[in-house]
Nanobody, 115 residues
Framework: QVQLVESGGGLVQAGGSLRLSCAAS????????IGWYRQVSGEQRELVAA???????NYGNSVKGRFTISRDNDYNMAYLQMNSLKAEDTAVYYC?????????WGQGTQVTVFS
C-alpha cells in the first residue's frame, strides 16, 4: 500500500519559514519524481516544486528563490524548505510521487501565513 504523509504545516507570520516533510512508503522512492503542489479552496492545484530521480529541480515562478525542494532517498523522504513566506503562500500543500502512469498523492498539510 502506497502512502505519502505530509507534515510540518502550520501557522506562521509573513517573512517566516516552515519546512514541510513528506514520508513515503510502498514505492521504490528513488525512482519517482517527487513534487510539492498547493491548492487554495476553489482554485486549481498548482506545482510548487519538483525534483526528479536524478536530482533536477524546477520551481513555480512565485516561489523561485524562496523555496527549496530536496529529497533523501535513503530515508524515503522529501522536503520543502519555505523561506520569506507571504500571505499568498497560504494553501494546502500536497506531496506527489510520479513515475510513468503511477501517480500518488498525500493527504495534504495546511500552511497559513498571516501578516
Amino acid at each position: 500500500q502506497v502512502q505519502l504523509v505530509e507534515s510540518g504545516g502550520g501557522l506562521v507570520q509573513a517573512g517566516g519559514s516552515l519546512r514541510l516533510s513528506c514520508a513515503a512508503s510502498g514505492i521504490t522512492f528513488s525512482m519517482y519524481t517527487i513534487g510539492w503542489y498547493r491548492q487554495v479552496s476553489g482554485e486549481q492545484r498548482e506545482l510548487v516544486a519538483a525534483v526528479t530521480r536524478g536530482g533536477s529541480t524546477n520551481y513555480g515562478n512565485s516561489v523561485k528563490g524562496r523555496f527549496t525542494i530536496s529529497r533523501d532517498n535513503d530515508y524515503n523522504m522529501a522536503y520543502l524548505q519555505m523561506n520569506s513566506l507571504k500571505a499568498e503562500d497560504t494553501a494546502v500543500y500536497y506531496c506527489n510521487a510520479k513515475l510513468a502512469s503511477s501517480d500518488y498523492w498525500g493527504q495534504g498539510t495546511q500552511v497559513t501565513v498571516f501578516s
